[in-house]
């Protein structure tokens, strides 16, 4: 399978950090994938760290114009709990999130995703982190395909690279390759965090991060 590492931007230039090969399998409607995302980008400060992003589609059934929250149809009660777990975490660690109120699709979000890899480190990571923002924050619909390319011009992703993310085969063969690269390494949701041979699954925290990290780069 085509594994396309990322290199994470690197704050310390002048030290040589060890690094870090992860394959992370995500979506941008997630919002424990957005969480994780910010915990796990922390992990720059000590490793040269380069992530295989996988993307998959958690929710084929929604519809790219929205839909409420409550047609995922999960129990209130679980659901409240977990709006709670997220809203907490979020305010603890300073991490921006604004009240879901809608979910979408977001297949056309992750195409445009494994299409930017093509641009490069910094234009991937540029888009990567506003897909979650608009999504999270700014409460946008990124199943719409008009915010999606306003997202990706803004990040300068040229056009012809936007439409074919949305028309060439090789990106729905790429979504398909995560999900096939998903089931070899037994993983049944998101956000999981492949660390060679450890997987971690779910709401991971920093510490345990840096734990898998250390254990990874000790072991090699």
Not at 3 to 14: D, G, K, M, Y
Not at 68 to 96: T, V
Not at 181 to 206: C, Y
Request: hydrophobic share 35%.
């Amino acid at each position: 399978m085509r594994r396309t590492f990322l290199l994470a931007e690197c704050h310390h230039l002048n030290m040589t950090l060890p690094e870090l090969k992860i394959t992370v399998y995500s979506d941008y409607i997630c919002p424990f994938c957005y969480v994780g995302h910010h915990r796990l980008l922390r992990l720059r400060d000590n490793y040269d760290l380069k992530i295989n992003w996988c993307f998959l589609e958690i929710h084929p059934e929604t519809s790219a114009e929205g839909e409420p929250i409550d047609s995922l149809d999960y129990p209130s009660e679980q659901w409240q709990k977990m709006l709670d777990n997220l809203e907490r975490i979020a305010a603890e660690e300073n991490i921006p999130l604004s009240t879901l109120s809608f979910i979408t699709n977001s297949k056309d979000a992750l195409l445009l995703s494994e299409a930017t890899k093509q641009c490069g480190r910094e234009t991937f990571y540029d888009l990567h982190e506003k897909l979650f923002s608009a999504y999270f924050v700014d409460g946008k619909n990124i199943g719409d395909k008009s915010v999606l390319q306003e997202i990706a011009a803004s990040c300068g992703v040229d056009d012809s690279i936007i439409e074919s993310s949305w028309t060439d085969a090789i990106y729905p063969q790429r979504l398909l390759e995560n999900f096939n690269s998903a089931r070899r390494h037994d993983v049944q949701s998101v956000p999981s965090f492949v660390f060679g041979e450890r997987v971690l699954t779910g709401v991971v925290t920093e510490a345990v991060f840096r734990d898998a990290a250390d254990e990874l780069v000790n072991s090699e």
